[in-house]
């Protein structure tokens, strides 16, 4: 564990970040970003993440082009690492030495590794017995104090709202406005590869951070006329944890999708604002198709993202399968974050895994070919 006096010998040679290759977000969208002489341009490898085009749901859906905008590519495997760049820079600014975040996982991944590149302390609270395998081994991993608390994400979030507030500590969930600002530059690179916003997006929600980030950087490269529209925004809930659709918080969120297992999103009113301001929608979607959106990702895409992030193609097919047509229109699907960070449920799907001995005849037979 880095000693607390650590960040301030560092000399402005080891000032974090600097030296490093790659532009990173907060380089590239400096202008574009609350960044001041005094920020430091922080990178670890997040941003640049490919827009991979669909092979086989983009017949299905019935659409001009679909693509899959792999956040899971971020180097620690979930779009998080876009906001969290630029709020732990700014944290570093403003002279804070250590940051706290609640999670589902993925936000206390990436708080746990840029405070490690940046010698802070990190403290994290996460719903005990509620988050991936490969999430808290991340966070332990890099040196984070873990807390894993009898309760879930919300009373995660409102004791690290109360212990910041009582604490020099800085709160890195999306609450913090750095974060929803870090994020929109996933919608600025969108535009930059499609030359344009595409016509509609498609986003798993769960604290609503980042459809509301996804909004904003769509309407700001509107607004500077690097884009000429704005996609329509399809928000998508896990069934039981689905409190925007239902207009009201949820107590006991419930889904096998433990990222979006969030029953009273901070950024709630973002969320709709993205909804109703682009014409677009926030509805649900079941355990079982998103399940299953998971395994076709999988096997017919070749996409290994976790069952939050396939949400929103169980979403994009629901809609298409009930009627919604996307002829001639470009399509974006936000794959969140990588399917190594739960291998416990994927392996859920009764591996065709057979166990034999080293012995060719009977492999072949097994294989069918003898
Ligand atoms: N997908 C993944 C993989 C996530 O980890 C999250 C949120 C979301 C989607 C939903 O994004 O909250 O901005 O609406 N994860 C948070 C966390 C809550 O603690 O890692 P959101």
């Known amino acids: 564990m880095p000693s607390a006096s650590s960040a301030s010998d560092r000399s402005a040679a080891a000032i974090p970040g600097s030296g490093s290759t790659g532009p990173g977000v907060l380089r590239r969208y400096r202008e574009h970003l609350p960044i001041t002489d005094a920020t430091p341009m922080l990178y670890i490898g997040e941003g640049a993440t490919p827009l991979v085009r669909s092979q086989r749901l983009e017949k299905e859906a019935g659409c001009e082009a679909l693509y899959f905008k792999l956040e899971s590519c971020n180097p620690t495997g979930s779009f998080k690492d876009r906001g969290m760049v630029m709020a732990v820079a700014k944290a570093i600014e403003e002279g804070d030495r250590a940051i706290m975040c609640a999670s589902t996982g993925n936000t206390s991944a990436s708080a746990a590794a840029f405070a490690a590149h940046c010698g802070l302390q990190v403290y994290v609270l996460v719903p005990k017995g509620r988050i991936a395998q490969g999430k808290l081994a991340q966070a332990v991993a890099h040196g984070a104090r873990v807390i894993a608390i009898d309760g879930n994400f919300d009373a995660a979030l409102r004791l690290a709202l109360t212990i910041t507030d009582i604490h020099p500590i800085a ?200």
Not at 220 to 225: D, N, P, V
Not at 305 to 311: D, G, L, M, N
Not at 328 to 339: E, H, L, R, Y
């Open 171 to 370: 709160l890195v969930n999306s609450v913090n406005p750095y974060r929803i600002e870090g994020q929109k530059t996933a919608a600025f690179e969108i535009v930059d590869a499609l030359g344009d916003a595409p016509d509609y997006l498609f986003i798993p929600v769960g604290n609503a951070g980042n459809i509301t980030s996804y909004w904003r950087g769509f309407t700001e490269y509107q607004r500077l006329g690097k884009a000429q529209k704005r996609p329509r925004v399809m928000g998508f809930q896990a069934a039981g944890a689905a409190p925007i659709v239902l207009g009201h918080p949820v107590e006991e969120p419930q889904t096998i999708a433990t990222a979006i297992r969030i029953g009273n999103p901070a950024s709630w009113q973002g969320a709709v604002n993205a909804r109703d301001e682009s014409g677009g929608d926030i509805q649900a979607v079941s355990d079982d198709e998103i399940m299953s959106a998971y395994y076709r990702l999988a096997r017919e895409e070749g996409i290994f993202c976790e069952p939050a992030s396939a949400a929103c193609v169980a979403g994009l097919l629901k809609v298409t399968r009930e009627g919604l047509s996307l002829a001639g229109q470009t399509v974006v699907c936000v794959i969140t974050g990588s399917g190594l960070k739960d291998p416990e449920t994927a392996m859920k799907a009764k591996a065709d895994l057979i166990e034999l001995p080293a012995d060719l005849a009977a492999i072949e037979k097994a294989l069918g070919f003898a």
